[in-house]
């Protein structure tokens, strides 16, 4: 089974932006669709984007046009690279990996869009 572990976030200005990273072991990474999801406080977890393991991408209504995912097969690593952060962006982001019946998470990084 895959394990994650995210990197990559901080606090960050407005305008400002980051990359998010979630490298994955233990199974073949290629063989997973792909995923970034966001908690803030008091909400519920939701989708930001999504990759399949063919690549085809979705976005969440909200980040559309701001935030870009992508995954190195080769490098068994999964990106989330985010633009023009707002501070409604404010939440920790998971990696997650979904195969059948497998659905794993990572720990979480804590992005904090604040001046």
């Known amino acids: 089974q895959v394990h994650l ?4 976030g901080g606090l960050v200005q407005p305008g400002g932006s980051l990359r998010l990273s979630c490298a994955a072991s233990g199974s073949l990474f290629s063989l997973y669709d792909a995923g970034w999801y966001r908690q803030a406080p008091g909400k519920e977890r939701e989708l930001v984007a999504g990759i399949t ?3 085809i991408k979705n976005y ?3 980040v559309n046009g701001r935030f870009t ?3 190195d097969n080769a490098k068994n690593t999964a990106y989330l690279q985010m633009n023009s952060l707002e501070p409604e962006d404010t939440a920790v982001y998971y ?5 059948r019946s497998i659905n794993t998470w990572g720990q979480g990084t804590q992005v904090t869009v604040s001046s």
Do not use: K, L, M, P
């Open 5 to 8: 572990v995210e990197s990559g």
């Open 69 to 71: 995912i992508s995954r």
């Open 95 to 99: 990696c997650n990996a979904r195969r």
């Open 53 to 55: 393991r063919s690549g």
């Open 60 to 62: 969440a209504d909200s």
